[in-house]
């Protein structure tokens, strides 16, 4: 008995090394070890065909090492508890897994009921096939437009009662574009498909039978029985079927359906987030694209929180860290051609023109958009139009004649006759950030991240197995 033991512990440590030689661990992050498989998995996606600006394996460690150090970053920071995070990160986790719950016998269980509601909906009279002829008449129209349309139906009537090719004639006269050119033909139908008037003639008929003119709300209609049948076994439809399903997503749909009755089977010892997360688990311990699918957008989710709040809009909304940023980093943001920073204008009448300028000559110039706003455009007449900017030659045809003296045609505003501008010619250069604001904001953002990122790289620790990843994309 020992023996025995004995053996099922020397086999179990051979196959533990086995399985942990063919998928090593590549890196040690924060004590959290890093497969190869994850790292192949990232550096892969991340590097596939059609990627503009690839990396080279050795290029991407310091990437992914940087987004390990912020994923953990933000589970210290506790980002993965809050509300938010837990229900967008399950919604889309289940949005993988469900899909992966259903069989073929599940899809061919509902492509099965699917047809017999079709069938039992279809009923005994089975499909017809029509055509018809319609001429038109407004259901408003007074009586006298409806009885001009039932003279000259009736005139139709006569003429296929006396031999006329109904489909020649349907080409001709028939006012219903979608079927005029193909003779009148309609597709086939089944009970509740048409309106009323036109489907008890319709069904009445037999193949080849002609109906009298027949009255609905869209005007006057000559009906032909092209063809009855039932419906075809289900063998013929299947394929049909299981395509249809899988268009409207219905693997979902039966996913939720089982998931749900799952839960109601459990009486109470399960509920629909434990059982989601029971079955992502299960899943993913055998599909390692899966397992990492959802990883990646479980950190994504918490890389974004925490990216947002420490570098993105934490760099967009500090104001004074912009301007100091600008106000170090100035010369970075000289133009190699002078700019004009202010309005060009169209006004109706000349007192309009100092009007404009007093309005915004004491304002700061982020403010002159709305006072002008206010003061000139404020209910329903337009008196002024404004274009708010800091032009270049090139941008504005009446700043490049008036400012930048350029011989150019300035196209003038029909009802807006007298052309304006206002600002000031800045040659050097932006006189503050918030005149190159997107730009500052993108610098700033890059330096709060690189500053973030060596710190991350101070507080926790990391260590890479070089020989294992010299393995990567090239072991067996």
């Known amino acids: 008995m020992k023996a025995k033991y004995l053996l099922l512990i020397v086999f179990s440590l051979f196959f533990s090394r086995v399985s942990a030689q063919s998928d090593p661990v590549i890196m040690t992050v924060n004590g959290q070890p890093v497969l190869r498989s994850e790292f192949e998995y990232s550096y892969n996606k991340n590097n596939s065909e059609g990627v503009i600006d690839k990396k080279t394996v050795e290029e991407y460690v310091d990437l992914f090492i940087n987004y390990k150090l912020k994923v953990a970053a933000a589970i210290d920071a506790r980002y993965d508890t809050l509300t938010s995070f837990k229900k967008e990160f399950a919604q889309y986790r289940d949005q993988q897994v469900l899909p992966m719950l259903v069989t073929d016998a599940d899809m061919e269980a509902e492509a099965r009921h699917i ?30 437009e409806w009885d001009a349309v039932k003279v000259r139906i009736d005139s139709v009537y006569r003429a296929l009662k006396a031999g006329a090719d109904f489909a ?14 193909q003779g009148g033909e309609l597709p086939f139908v089944q009970h509740g498909q048409l ?122 909304k500090d104001e004074a860290g912009l301007a100091m940023y600008f106000k170090k980093h100035k010369k970075n943001y000289q133009w190699d051609q002078p700019r004009f920073k202010g309005i060009a204008y169209h006004v109706k009448d000349q007192a309009h023109v100092r009007a404009v300028r007093d309005c915004v000559k004491k304002l700061p110039f982020d403010q002159w958009a709305e006072a002008l706003r206010t003061t000139f455009n404020s209910d329903s007449v337009i008196r002024i139009r404004v ?72 507080k926790y620790s990391f260590q890479i197995n070089e020989d294992v990843l010299k393995t990567v994309n090239h072991h067996e």
């Open 195 to 316: 309106v009323k008037e036109y489907e008890d003639a319709a069904f009445a008929l037999q193949p080849g039978e002609m109906s009298e003119v027949v009255k609905t709300a869209y005007g006057y209609h000559i009906i032909l029985m092209k063809e009855r049948k039932q419906l075809e076994p289900f063998e013929f439809h299947h394929d049909a079927i299981l395509k249809f399903m899988e268009q409207r997503n219905m693997r979902d749909q039966i996913g939720q359906q089982k998931i749900e009755k799952m839960v109601e089977e459990s009486k109470g010892q399960l509920t629909m987030t434990s059982l989601m997360e029971q079955k992502a688990n299960e899943l993913a311990q055998s599909d390692t694209d899966l397992r990492y699918l959802i990883q990646e957008y479980h950190d994504g989710l918490l890389l974004y929180e925490i990216s947002n709040n420490l570098v993105w809009d934490k760099a967009a």
């Open 168 to 181: 020649e004639l349907a080409k001709k006269v028939s006012q219903d574009p979608g079927s005029a050119q």
């Open 115 to 144: 047809y017999d509601e079709t069938v039992e909906r279809i009923g005994p009279d089975g499909l017809i096939k029509t055509a018809h002829i319609l001429l038109r008449a407004d259901q408003q129209a007074p009586q006298a």
């Open 387 to 458: 274009e708010k900017g800091i032009f270049k030659q090139g941008d504005n045809a009446l700043i490049d004649s008036a400012v930048f003296k350029k011989d150019t045609v300035v196209t003038h505003l029909k009802d807006y006759p007298i052309d304006a501008h206002f600002g000031k010619l800045l040659k050097k250069g932006p006189e503050d950030y918030t005149d190159v604001r997107g730009l500052v904001v993108a610098d700033y953002q890059e330096m709060l991240e690189k500053e973030w990122v060596a710190d991350l790289r101070r």
